[in-house]
């Protein structure tokens, strides 16, 4: 089974690195760009368990480890 | 409208970071997981232009910038 997870800064969460990226689109030309915001994309592949215990397997990584919930958010999908 | 972005490494390209994180996700005591990738999640918010128009656009944000289209992918979904 494999999870998506979208980990995310809070929305008024100063994002550094969007900001430079928005930069650079307007540098190579890119009109009508309002906001960028860049946040991480990983995908786990987990064997052997339900997609209940998938489910909660992953809760935890994402609150243990994948994301700071201080400052980010995270949303995922299982797929098999 | 709303493009999200996802870019993640070709398959067959070394991911260290995604090795890390399933190494750090053994530590913790995560049985279970066999492979892990992290990628980016960009989400770029266009203004004053048509699906169309956003389309060739985030086409060309994505091969101009976003993605080195030597080892990376990418993927993205309009919203308005």
Redesign the interface.
């Known amino acids: 089974m494999k999870a998506r997870i ?3 800064l809070k929305p008024g969460v100063l994002d550094p690195q ?1 900001k430079a ?1 928005q930069n ?2 307007g540098a ?1 030309g ?1 009109d ?18 339900s997609e209940e215990q998938a489910r909660t ?1 992953v809760e ?2 994402c609150r ?3 994301a700071n919930t201080v400052i980010e958010n995270y949303t995922y999908e299982l797929a098999p």
């Not at 994309?41 to 987990?46: L, R, S």
């Open positions: 979208k980990v995310t969007g990226i650079a689109l190579l890119f009508g760009v309002n906001d960028v915001r860049q946040g991480k994309y990983i995908e786990v592949d987990v064997a052997g368990m397997e935890r990584m243990d480890l994948l």
